[in-house]
């Protein structure tokens, strides 16, 4: 059997940055500089600005995405956006973030939830993991990540991940150390990882052994290191803070993705 390729996918996560009024023009622009075959584009603004980055890239085949999603769909969850809330404005969701994890203490059981809740709402979603600085020195990586998948999955059927959509459920390994730190993994280390991620997603009952999900890196990613992960065949992409609200940066990066998600093309035939 031929098994599909895993589509190339840079996700653009603009964190606590922009507002109403400028996201738009933004996501217009960068919208434009990344017009590259084969390369699937997400931006994820804050959620006041995402129904000015929907109306933006209206016209083209961006796709829009929420930073997190509650694990309730209703309730007295004072501050709290759910999954079913996100309806025509997003069809994205990153959960897990390490910074929700340390600004919101949220734990893998709890994450578990919201990926259950935002593929029961029929939302993409990008998983995130990635260790510590000290558990990298310490040679705990791998079990950290390990842990991570295990705790946040165990609980999730595992047709409800990743069934007939290749883009419905993917993760993104961030080591902790390397996020809004300009000091990036290396690729053969993120590749090793990404590795380890998918005999763990095997282990855990994905289908097809986990092979069809999608794994980005996380981390610092910018024009001047994305080669070094787009060059290993293992990792399907980026998901880009600090850079994704740089329009040069972006056009560079998604030109770089273009070019994997060509040679992908050009191997599958
Ligand atoms: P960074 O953030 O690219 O600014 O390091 C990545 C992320 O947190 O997703």
Not at 59 to 71: F, N
Not at 72 to 92: D, H
Not at 178 to 207: C, F, H, K, S, W
Not at 214 to 242: H, K, Q, R, T, W
Request: glycine share 10%; net charge negative; charged share 20%.
């Amino acid at each position: 059997m031929i098994r599909p390729m895993r589509p190339v996918i840079v996700a653009g996560n603009w964190k606590m940055h922009t507002t109403p009024a400028d996201a738009g023009e933004l996501a217009r622009t960068i919208a434009a500089r990344t017009r590259v075959d084969g390369v699937v584009r997400v931006l994820c603004p804050p959620y006041v600005c995402l129904a000015a980055v929907r109306d933006a890239v209206a016209d083209t085949d961006v796709a829009v995405g929420a930073q997190d999603v509650h694990h309730e769909a209703t309730g007295a969850f004072t501050g709290a956006i759910s999954a079913p809330m996100l309806a025509g404005l997003a069809t994205w969701t990153i959960v897990g973030h390490s910074e929700r994890r340390r600004d919101a203490c949220e734990t893998d059981e709890l994450i578990g939830r919201k990926v259950v809740a935002a593929r029961g709402a029929g939302l993409r979603t990008i998983l995130c993991v990635g260790e510590q600085l000290a558990d990298r020195e310490a040679g705990r990586a791998r079990a950290v990540v390990d842990r991570q998948l295990w705790g946040c999955l165990t609980a999730v059927d595992p047709a409800a991940l990743n069934g007939d959509d290749p883009l419905g459920f993917s993760i993104a390994y961030e080591p902790i150390w390397a996020i809004g730190t300009g000091r990036n993994a290396r690729g053969a280390d993120a590749a090793e990882m990404v590795a380890a991620i998918r005999t763990t997603l095997a282990a855990i009952g994905l289908a097809d052994g986990g092979d069809g999900v999608p794994v980005l890196y996380g981390g610092s990613v910018a024009s001047s290191n994305i080669n070094e992960f787009m060059a290993e065949p293992s990792i399907d992409g980026a998901l880009v803070g600090g850079a994704s609200l740089k329009p040069d940066e972006m056009a560079a990066i998604v030109a770089r993705a273009g070019l994997t998600a060509a040679a992908r093309a050009a191997a599958a035939t």
